[in-house]
């Protein structure tokens, strides 16, 4: 008895008890992954180049002033870079925690191993939690890798220990939340795509959706349901604001307990999800285990499973109705699988929100009379256009990789069907996946050019700029989905490349110009002459000739367009044969 407390002592200290296995098999899985290595190399280069644009901008370059003016500045040039790093970390840890995360659990459900992981001494609560842990200490790593950089510019003045210890408490508890959210959903969800995209809906959920209400309860009825400190005790975009405006104005932060007691409550809401995950998983593996249809199996599959199951004890099974193919083959497949995946009741469930959504915002603006405002209309178009290419670049990503993991790939390529075929059908049918956004932006150009507020000259090459940029981001999301097998890695990638291609503040390289966002502003500002700076606002002869040249810029631009997709294209049609299996 005696000689046993000491290995029950260890074995409490080590916590394995707690995480059981799986978290030294993630860990012994995790070093071997080329993907871990990349994700810190690109972690630690897109930091440096985002330190040195903070340190361009903020420090004055050597011979510009006094040597005391160079002195006076560092603190300054300290705050700036500190700030960046730490929103730079606290947008990406938690970006980095959800994808992790993403299919922690939809991959054992896939593989058919985690019903024989539930016939182990091994329990679900450790299957989470070893998964969870695993994942966040690949994410400490990379916070880690940005205290020593911290630490030295700290030297120069004017940033506190408190702002760096709190900012790292809340991205960590931040980042928790997210990535058990995330894990949460994976028990539910094949796709890491669809993963993602709930616990974003669910963040701006709880994050964004109670300040908007509240502030717009304050202002029509002037009455205050909660302060700023009582809603920032679960929103940490509002406790980083906080802190990090207390810290440039050199004011106090405020008392202990706001960031302390927003980090219990996040700590108290991951365990929570954390224990959902865990019946989850042993639901599905129960699921598993058993032989009845997966938990990601729609009703129509559990439908077709008991039909079989008729069949074998020779009842008679009436057959069911022969959809017809219509058109191209892989893009009727493509918007089949779309309506397949969603379930009839998630599709009226999404559209009666998208409805009330989009009548809550119309309504708004006309009450407040925005609709006469031109940046209002140019922000619905900016709305709409990102989202059909956020839609289509997502589906796209997945749209290769999907058929490997269901084993369908070789089948596919097993038809008639040319690589020509395959690879453009999958770019057209996953540019029209985003068809509601298309429908939506093409319903707001024509209503309100109609009633004045848009110029008729706007719409056709706002089409033509629709079109071409959703061909573009399909064909490379078709690109990275042949050319990784996972499709959490290819849609990583392409999620990236769509935000920095739309949004070039999430790169310093200057591509504003190329980006459709700024070229879909600059059509309604140009045709519409309500900006000053572009040169159709000008009046006499010279508004034809910048008529004439702005077109043929357009055209131009649309043409790179055609001819990056296109080159994407080509590049897929060449590797879909490579890896099959």
Request: aromatic share 10%.
């Amino acid at each position: 008895m005696t000689s046993r407390l000491p290995y029950f002592l260890v074995r409490l200290c080590s916590l394995s008890w707690l995480t059981g296995p799986i978290f030294e098999k993630e860990l012994r899985v995790s070093s071997r992954r080329r993907r871990n290595y990349v994700l810190r190399f690109a972690y630690v280069a897109l930091l440096t180049v985002f330190i040195l644009t903070a340190w361009k901008t903020s420090a004055r370059p050597a011979g510009s002033g006094s040597a005391v003016y160079q002195l006076s500045r560092m603190p300054e040039t300290g705050k700036a870079i500190i700030t960046i790093v730490i929103w730079f970390q606290f947008i990406a840890g938690q970006l980095i925690a959800a994808l992790m995360m993403s299919t922690a659990i939809s991959e054992e459900i896939q593989r058919r191993t985690l019903g024989v992981l539930m016939t182990t001494p091994i329990g679900s609560f450790q299957i989470v939690l070893g998964k969870l842990l695993s994942k966040l200490l690949q994410l400490v790593l990379l916070l880690a890798i940005s205290l020593p950089l911290l630490a030295i510019v700290r030297v120069f003045g004017g940033v506190p220990w408190d702002y760096v210890v709190s900012s790292l408490c809340v991205t960590l508890t931040a980042a928790v939340f997210a990535g058990t959210l995330s894990l949460l959903f994976s028990t539910c969800t094949r796709q890491s795509q669809q993963v993602l995209a709930r616990t974003a809906s669910v963040c701006f959920i709880i994050y964004a959706v109670p300040l908007i209400v509240v502030q717009l309860i304050r202002q029509r009825y002037g009455v205050t349901l909660a302060t700023n400190a009582e809603l920032s005790y679960a929103n940490p975009f509002m406790i980083m604001a906080f802190t990090t405006n207390a810290m440039l104005s050199s004011l106090p932060g405020g008392p202990l307990a706001i960031w302390v007691i927003h980090c219990a409550i996040m700590a108290a809401l991951s365990a929570l999800l954390l224990i959902l995950s865990a019946a989850g998983v042993r639901r599905a593996a129960l699921r598993q285990a058993t032989g009845q249809p997966g938990i990601f199996s729609t009703r129509k599959e559990r439908r077709a499973a008991r039909a079989n199951r008729r069949a074998e004890r020779g009842v008679a099974v009436r057959p069911g109705r022969v959809i017809p193919v219509k058109g191209h083959p892989i893009v009727w497949k493509e918007m089949r699988t779309v309506l397949a995946r969603s379930g009839r009741f998630t599709a009226v469930l999404s559209t009666v929100l998208s409805v009330c959504v989009g009548i809550f915002a119309y309504g708004y603006c006309g009450y407040k009379g925005w609709l006469a405002l031109h940046e209002v209309h140019a922000a619905f178009v900016v709305a709409y256009l990102f989202l059909g290419l956020l839609r289509a670049a997502t589906s796209a990503a997945t749209s290769i990789t999907t058929e490997r993991e269901a084993r369908t790939w070789p089948a596919l390529l097993a038809t008639s069907m040319t690589d020509r075929e395959i690879v453009l059908g999958k770019v057209i049918g996953s540019a029209l996946q985003g068809w509601p956004f298309w429908l939506l932006l093409a319903a707001h150009t024509l209503i309100f050019s109609i009633a004045g507020y848009i110029n008729f000259l706007a719409v056709v090459p706002l089409a033509a700029l629709a079109v071409t940029s959703a061909l573009l981001v399909s064909a490379i999301g078709v690109f990275f989905s042949s050319s990784f097998r996972r499709s959490s890695v290819a849609g990583a990638l392409n999620l990236i490349a769509i935000f920095v291609f739309n949004f070039p503040v999430c790169c310093p390289v200057p591509t504003f110009l190329i980006n459709p966002i700024f070229v879909a502003i600059g059509i309604l500002a140009v045709t519409g002459g309500w900006a000053g700076d572009f040169p159709l606002s000008r009046a006499g002869a010279g508004r034809y000739k910048a008529f004439l040249t702005s077109g043929v810029a357009l055209i131009i631009l649309l043409g790179l367009y055609l001819l990056l997709a296109f080159g994407a294209y080509a590049l897929a049609k060449r590797k879909i044969r490579r890896r099959v299996f």
